[in-house]
């Protein structure tokens, strides 16, 4: 069983920068292909990041390509999404997951609780 915490969510301005921290505990992992996702009030969950087991392979939503940019320590159970250029739509719950596999867009088997992100205009 893989616990996930997410921290480093806030208030902050468009265009300000925030990065969220997912830490991980109770397996092994570079094991685990890690994603963020997020989801706005009144919204379906989106997609925003993943990565691969050793870093070197990254997906990207649509919406944050080019703002955003996850990363990966091994060392340090931890994964991080830099968000850069932020703008009030992405405003939401952002949540760290994790799966087994090589295939980032499969099903995540473990959540996080999430973070909160406001985005003021």
């Known amino acids: 069983q893989v616990q996930l915490v997410e921290s480093g969510g806030g208030l902050v301005q468009a265009g300000d920068s925030l990065r969220l921290s997912c830490t991980a505990s109770?397996?092994?992992?570079?094991?685990?292909?890690m994603g963020w996702f997020r989801q706005a009030p009144g919204k379906e969950r989106e997609f925003v990041a993943a990565?691969?087991?050793?870093?070197?392979?990254?997906s990207y939503g649509d919406s944050v390509k080019g703002r955003f940019t996850i990363s990966r320590d091994n060392a340090k159970n931890t994964v991080w999404i830099q968000m850069n250029s932020l703008k009030p739509e992405d405003t939401a719950d952002y949540f760290c997951?994790?799966?087994?596999?090589?295939?980032?867009?499969?099903?995540?088997?473990?959540w996080g609780q999430g973070t909160q992100v406001t985005v003021s205009s």
């Open positions: 990565i691969s087991r050793g870093g070197s392979t990254t």
């Open positions: 997951a994790a799966r087994p596999g090589v295939d980032l867009l499969g099903l995540y088997k473990y």
């Open positions: 109770g397996g092994t992992f570079s094991n685990y292909i």
